[in-house]
């Protein structure tokens, strides 16, 4: 069983930079596809990046592209969002999700598939000048 913990939350400027780290425990990461998805209040939860899990394919979508880059290391059982440029519309909950894949180059932005079958608790981003 995936457990998943995010970090590396805060309150940051417009224009400034973040970086979330995902932590896996209780299994390999290896094999699972692994998304950021966030969560404003009042909104619907959205993906904000995905990796494949060998990390070749990577999807974003649009309000984030050039801006937010997802990696990951399987070795250290880890996947980061790095965030730049961040904006007022960025505020929301971040939360890591991973699901197993067997087509290793695969993923998706959608939460709401089946695909993620863990999810972390999430971490707090507040944008705000």
């Known amino acids: 069983q995936l457990q998943l913990v995010e970090s590396g939350g805060g309150l940051v400027q417009p224009g400034g930079s973040l970086r979330l780290s995902c932590r896996a425990s209780?299994?390999?990461?290896?094999?699972?596809?692994v998304g950021w998805f966030r969560q404003a209040p009042g909104k619907e939860r959205e993906g904000v990046g995905c990796?494949?899990?060998?990390?070749?394919?990577?999807e974003y979508p649009d309000v984030v592209k050039g801006r937010f880059t997802i990696s990951r290391d399987n070795i250290k059982n880890m996947v980061y969002l790095q965030m730049s440029n961040l904006k007022l519309e960025d505020t929301g909950t971040y939360s890591c999700?991973?699901?197993?894949?067997?087509?290793?180059?695969?993923?998706?932005?959608?939460?709401?598939?089946?695909?993620?079958?863990?999810w972390g608790q999430g971490t707090q981003i507040t944008v705000s000048s």
């Open positions: 990796i494949s899990w060998r990390g070749h394919w990577i």
């Open positions: 209780g299994d390999r990461l290896d094999g699972h596809a």
């Open positions: 999700a991973a699901g197993w894949s067997a087509n290793p180059e695969s993923c998706t932005l959608q939460h709401d598939t089946g695909r993620y079958s863990y």
